[in-house]
């Protein structure tokens, strides 16, 4: 409100940011779902207790919407100025490394279209010796630009981790044995935009139409029907394999890395996702068993919104529809690293909630999440490649 007051007084006027739509739809079965997907819609979550879609919708789209039965359409509004934008996660990585210097580093992976950095930082203890090799674990948010609360988690990780340190021992242990990297915004290109010109962007800003960069990965790229070869569809894959540079970083830290574990962080549905996302494929034997089993304990750990019940853990197709091109099918199948999409959140907000009522809350709620990985590095697991 402040900014628009300051803006009018001095005389320029907004960006103007086209008008868009939550709008609320029944499902029955998967079948449903695909179809929309099918139809081209955006599809902004599901809530898995409700049976129901939230569809993304311009309002040039709307009539495309004419005889489904619509439960609710709400206005989307602008994203609450609390979110971080690109320069304020730099500064926080920064500010960072600066205080705890014998604790993080930050490093740029990579170059975005628009000439952003892609920052990380490697969280461990420099000073301590280890007797064996650290193990590594790699956090990554906001491969989605609209996502904004995934970069709050994913610097909630940093922040949680390096301000402990010392005086909680299972933080002072799991910074001493892991090098645990944090990216927390993948795609800052695309999160400009979303504070610029568009609340809902979701892919870079390639050409200015953008590649969904989780659709871009080398393993099994557009191999399912589960991204679009079509510029102005939110899932287009790219025009080749790995094309995009936010998926060239994260694949090139992870060959170099070799996590033992990858959390993804996407929002929203109150899901946990482990490969493949292309149906019917399953993790092969014997790794599915201890794969699926982490992945449902990971899920059991992470409580819904409303405060009762958790996550629910599946394959993408099993709980939305077919994915191809997937930063964790590619994690699992090229580097044998145990991968999981989180899709943080409930429906009740869509992809912006207010600050002030759910970042909190939602942290708070993910370092169950996060924490149970961290304990659960030791083992059993999937031996690298
Ligand atoms: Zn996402």
Redesign the pocket.
Known sequence: MKFQWLCLLLGFSLPAFAAEYYIRVPFKNYEDIKRLVDQGFDVGGINLQKKRVTLVVKEEDLPKTRGMKILEKRAIGRPDSQYKKPVDVEKMLFDTETAFPHLAKVESIGKTGEGRDIWAIHLTSYFFVSEKPKLSVLFDAM??AR?VMTPEVALDIVDYLTKNYGADPKVTKWMNQYDIWVVPMLNPDGNNKVWNSSSMW?KNNRGGYGVDP?RNYTYEWNSCNGSSGSQSSETYRGPSAGSEPESQALMNLATRIKPMFNISY??YSEIVIYPYGCSPKHIPAPDQAIYEGVGKELAAKLVRDSGSGSYDPGTAYELLYDVDGGSIDWMYASEKVMSF?I?MNGDAEGFQPSYAAWRDKTVQRQRLGWQYILDRMEGPGIKPQ
Request: cysteine-free; overall charge negative.
């Open positions: 491969h989605h996502e979701r989780n996407h929002s999409v899709e």
